[in-house]
Structures are given as C-alpha cells and as structure tokens.
C-alpha cells in the first residue's frame, strides 16, 4: 500500500503563510501528476490544486489563485504547497494526491487520483 505523507501544516493567523509538503517513501511518481484537496468539517473534499507530471502545468481552484503555489521536486519525490494570506475559510484538512497513472493530465477531479495521504491540519485564526 503505497503512502503519502503530509507535513507542514499547523496554526497560523490570518494573512500568515505555511508551506505544506507531501512525501511518497518508498514510490517514485515522478512521471506522475499531483494535487491537493482540503476538506472542512460538513464540507465535500475539494480542489485546491494541481501539478503535471513535469512541473510545467499547474491549476488552481479560483479561491486560492494568487495566493497559493504549487511545486514539485522530482529528485525528492516531494510536492508542496506555499499558502500566503490565508484566510479563515482557508481552514481544512489538507490531502495531497496522486493521479492513478503515469502522464495523465492535470485533473480537478478526485476520481482521477489513486493515492492519497492522510491530511495535515490547517488551522486559520482571524
């Protein structure tokens, strides 16, 4: 069972920065797409972001464009999450992900991934 492994979240305040990390021990996935979702408590899992396989194509939900970035390292396995001026609203746990097959696209959609880790908190005061 392949595992992702989430770091870096925490307790910031409003208009702070955190820089979420997701590691895959032991799996390459470099050829590989990658996104992350949050969720809030009595809310659906949603889209936050996005990154192809290369790094070259990045998307993003519209509530965090221009606050967000995304990036991945593919010599650590690692994809990140750089948050600036965050929100309460921006308060969820956080779950990176991985798409189910090799130089698949980009995708918003959690059907398109196969492998998730277990959430890092994000906590968000005003």
């Known amino acids: 069972q392949v595992q992702l492994v989430e770091s870096g979240g925490g307790l910031v305040q409003a208009g702070g920065s955190l820089r979420l990390s997701c590691a895959a021990p032991g799996r390459s996935f470099r050829t590989y797409a990658k996104g992350w979702f949050r969720q809030s408590p009595g809310k659906e899992r949603q889209f936050v972001a996005a990154?192809?396989?290369?790094?070259?194509?990045?998307n993003y939900a519209d509530s965090v464009k221009g606050r967000f970035t995304i990036s991945r390292d593919n010599a650590k396995n690692t994809v990140d999450l750089q948050m600036n001026s965050l929100k309460p609203e921006d308060a969820a746990v956080y779950y990176c992900?991985?798409?189910?097959?090799?130089?698949?696209?980009?995708?918003?959609?959690?059907?398109?991934?196969?492998?998730w880790g277990h959430g890092t908190q994000v906590t968000v005061s005003s």
């Open positions: 990154i192809s396989w290369s790094g070259s194509t990045t």
């Open positions: 992900a991985v798409v189910q097959a090799p130089y698949v696209l980009v995708s918003s959609e959690s059907v398109s991934y196969n492998y």
